[in-house]
Nanobody, 121 residues
Framework: VQLQAFGGGLVQAGGSLRLSCAISGRTFRGDAMGWFRQAPGKDVEFIAAIPWRGGGTDYAESVKGRFTIYRDSAENTLVLQMNSLTPEDTAIYHC???????????????WGQGTQVTVSS
């Protein structure tokens, strides 16, 4: 499977962005998809995950209540709606596939090219 994140950009604090992850290919590894981010000089951080067949979501505490992950089945994309953005959300955002029980711990099977999100104060 190939993953490509897009939709990043520059936004002011308090603003919103909608990231999408295009999914292509025939071999989907794992049973869930998720979003991660990496800020300059920091480790990769788990953001959110959703089972491929639905049934629940998982969020990092740092984004809970502000970010929403969902699948757009019609477009075959994974979406991350980000609201109430703060400068601390500035990072490169990546989408990934993996096992629902392992994504939160940073264990993924496929990793996509990221998109830059910059939040100005």
């Amino acid at each position: 499977v190939q993953l490509q994140a897009f939709g990043g950009g520059l936004v002011q604090a308090g603003g919103s962005l909608r990231l999408s992850c295009a999914i292509s290919g025939r071999t989907f590894r794992g049973d869930a998809m998720g979003w991660f981010r990496q800020a300059p000089g920091k480790d990769v951080e788990f953001i959110a995950a959703i089972p491929w067949r639905g049934g629940g979501t998982d969020y990092a505490e740092s984004v809970k209540g502000r970010f929403t992950i969902y699948r757009d089945s019609a477009e075959n994309t994974l979406v991350l709606q980000m609201n109430s953005l703060t400068p601390e959300d500035t990072a490169i955002y990546h989408c990934a596939t993996g096992m629902w029980t392992r994504l939160r711990t940073g264990q993924y099977d496929s990793w996509g090219q990221g998109t830059q999100v910059t939040v100005s104060s």
